[in-house]
């Protein structure tokens, strides 16, 4: 418990750091880049391909990390006017994948050599999306990380207390409905209490911005069903061992990966409709 508290903490304060440390862009891009490069190479770990060795494999993880690293790095400097096409396609595959969790283990078609566009697709969204989310406001950025470390939290303490009906019981036994309501009540608290404090809305913004967030919740909770369920078919425990007590970068970013291109899209779009928040 120690261990994983420690790892926490030292996470937390570098991720804050390049937040909110400096207005330069360089801390965002470069820990943005070195995630994408973590979670490349602990993505093909888990998609089947058909090598030689186990040590073949490796080696091949490292060379779509870096790849999927470079890509990233070049898209956040570069390509700002093509983000919005990465949250798109992201959005529509996480919402494909709500029927691969419904009818897992009968269906694992997903399964396959595919899942390395997928990877690329998600990694590019979620670093992209957050980067704008930083752009916009490193507030928001936090606000997108209490939403979704509520509900987690949430979740939990609902669950272990209520929870009676299994959510995704092939894919996550341990997650239940009534936990998943517990995680969006939360949310909804903490949604509640920063539009209180620090945003003046309109009524009907107002019930935008909730049904955004809700959605935003939703998302997170998808991100970690996939993940788990992904985990599961390849016949891992975790993605990785880069961060004692805690697992591999997808452990840790797998309800960012759905969560964050859906909220970038919600504030993009709100800002096309002349609705400031």
């Known amino acids: 418990m120690l261990e994983r508290i420690i790892t926490a903490l030292v996470l937390l304060v570098v991720v804050l750091a390049c937040m909110f440390a400096s207005e330069s862009p360089y801390p965002m891009i470069g820990l943005m880049t070195l995630a994408a490069l973590g979670a490349g190479y602990e993505w093909l770990k888990l ?13 091949s993880a490292w060379y779509y990390g870096i790849v999927l690293a470079v890509v990233s790095c070049l898209s956040l400097i570069y390509l700002k006017e093509i983000w919005i096409l990465f949250w798109l396609a992201s959005i529509a595959v996480w919402a494909v994948s709500i029927m691969w969790v419904r009818r897992y283990p009968q269906y694992d078609a997903w399964f396959n050599r595919s899942l ?14 957050i980067f704008f989310l930083w ?57 509640i209490a920063v539009s209180a404090v620090y945003l003046e809305l309109s009524t009907v913004a107002f019930i935008i911005f909730l049904i955004l967030s ?14 788990s369920m992904i985990k599961r078919r390849a016949g891992v425990k975790d993605s990785g061992r880069i ?26 779009l709100l800002k096309l409709m002349g609705i400031d928040v």
């Open 116 to 129: 390395l566009v997928v990877g690329a697709v998600f990694v590019l969204a979620a670093v992209t999306a």
């Open 214 to 227: 809700m959605i935003t919740v939703a998302a997170s909770v998808q991100g970690d069903l996939v993940e």
């Open 243 to 268: 961060f004692p007590g805690h697992g591999g970068v997808l452990d840790r970013i797998d309800s960012l990966l759905a969560a964050t291109p859906i909220f970038a899209v919600g504030l993009y």
């Open 47 to 59: 998609v089947p391909l058909q090598v030689d060795t186990k040590n073949h494999k490796i080696i």
């Open 135 to 191: 752009q916009f406001s490193p507030w928001w950025l936090m606000y997108v990380f209490l939403l979704v470390w509520g509900a987690d939290t949430g979740a939990y303490f609902v669950g272990r207390k209520l929870g009676m009906r299994k959510l995704a019981p092939n894919v996550s036994p341990n997650k239940s409905v009534e936990g998943l309501l517990g995680g969006l009540a939360t949310s909804a608290l903490i949604m």
